[in-house]
């Protein structure tokens, strides 16, 4: 079955940085577009980022580019988020998720993990 573990999320200062990491499993991970996703208190989930099968092309909601990047190791099987410049409002928990066959760039998960808590503050 699919399996999608996340790590790194954690407590961090304004203004600093912090990588998320997503190890899967159970399925073929090179076929399949990935993205993040999070939920902030009281808010729906929100779309992130998306990567393509390959790695080199990947898209953004409009609050974080610039400042996260995507990546992902179709050897390795995982995903990361290399998030920078992080703020208040980044606060959330954020979810590795899969995308279904030929899904949209910005389209709701099929699946994804239990997620990792992100806050942001001083």
């Known amino acids: 079955q699919v399996q999608l573990v996340e790590s790194g999320g954690g407590l961090v200062s304004p203004g600093r940085s912090l990588r998320l990491s997503c190890e899967t499993s159970?399925?073929?991970?090179?076929?399949?577009?990935m993205a993040w996703v999070r939920q902030a208190p009281e808010k729906g989930l929100e779309w992130l980022a998306t990567i393509s099968t390959d790695g080199f092309t990947s898209r953004y909601t409009d609050s974080v580019k610039g400042r996260f990047i995507i990546s992902r190791d179709n050897v390795k099987k995982t995903i990361s988020l290399q998030m920078n410049s992080l703020q208040p409002e980044d606060t959330a928990v954020y979810y590795c998720a899969k995308l279904k066959f030929g899904a949209t760039w910005n389209e709701s998960p099929e699946y994804r993990g239990q997620g990792t808590q992100v806050t942001v503050s001083s």
């Open positions: 159970g399925f073929t991970f090179v076929n399949y577009r």
